[in-house]
C-alpha cells in the first residue's frame, strides 16, 4: 500500500533558515511552489549520474551526501538543501544522497526553481554561494 502523508508545507517552510526571514507573504507563494515527500531510512533520493530535475529542503531528518571525492559522507540536517548543484550548472547529479532515516522534504521542480530564482536575486546568489562552497574538494557542507 502506498503511504499517504500529509504536511502543513507552509510550516515546514518556516523550518529553512533560506526561507524563514521572508514575509509571511512570500512564504505563502513559495509554499505553493513546494510540494513535501517524505523520505524513508536508508531511501537513495537523489542519485550521481541522473539528470537534476529538482531541489530538495530538508523540513526535518538527515541525510548523507556521498561525495566521491571525500573520503566520508558529508551530513546535512534540517534547514539545508541539496540537488541545487544539477540545476545551476546543467549537469548530472554529483553525488548519491541518501536519507538517515525518516525526512520530511520539500521538493522544488527545476521549472518552478527557475521561475523563483529569477524573481529573486538575494536567494539566487545565496543558493549559488552554497554551491559553489560545495564545489572546493576539501570542503564538506
Ligand atoms: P546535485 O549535483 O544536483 O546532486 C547531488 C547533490 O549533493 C548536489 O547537487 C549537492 O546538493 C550535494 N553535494 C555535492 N557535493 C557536496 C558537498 N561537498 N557537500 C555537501 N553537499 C554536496
Known amino acids: ?38 523520505a524513508l531510512p536508508g531511501e537513495t533520493i537523489v542519485r550521481k549520474g541522473d539528470r537534476g530535475d529538482a531541489m ?38 554529483n553525488a548519491d544522497v541518501r536519507a538517515l532515516g525518516y525526512c520530511q522534504l520539500l521538493v522544488l521542480d527545476e521549472k518552478d526553481f527557475r521561475r523563483l530564482v529569477q524573481k529573486d536575486a538575494d536567494l539566487q546568489s545565496h543558493i549559488q554561494a552554497v554551491a559553489e562552497a560545495r564545489r572546493q574538494p576539501t570542503q564538506s557542507s
Open 56 to 93: 530538495f529542503f530538508i523540513a526535518s531528518g538527515a541525510v548523507e551526501v556521498l561525495v566521491p571525492m571525500l573520503a566520508e559522507p558529508v551530513k546535512l540536517g534540517t534547514g539545508d538543501f541539496f540537488g541545487e548543484m544539477a540545476l545551476l550548472s546543467r549537469q548530472r547529479r
Open 1 to 38: 500500500p502506498k503511504l499517504d502523508v500529509r504536511f502543513d508545507v507552509a510550516e515546514l517552510v518556516r523550518r529553512v533558515p533560506l526561507f524563514a526571514g521572508l514575509p509571511s507573504e512570500r512564504v505563502a507563494t513559495i509554499a505553493t511552489l513546494l510540494r513535501a515527500q517524505l
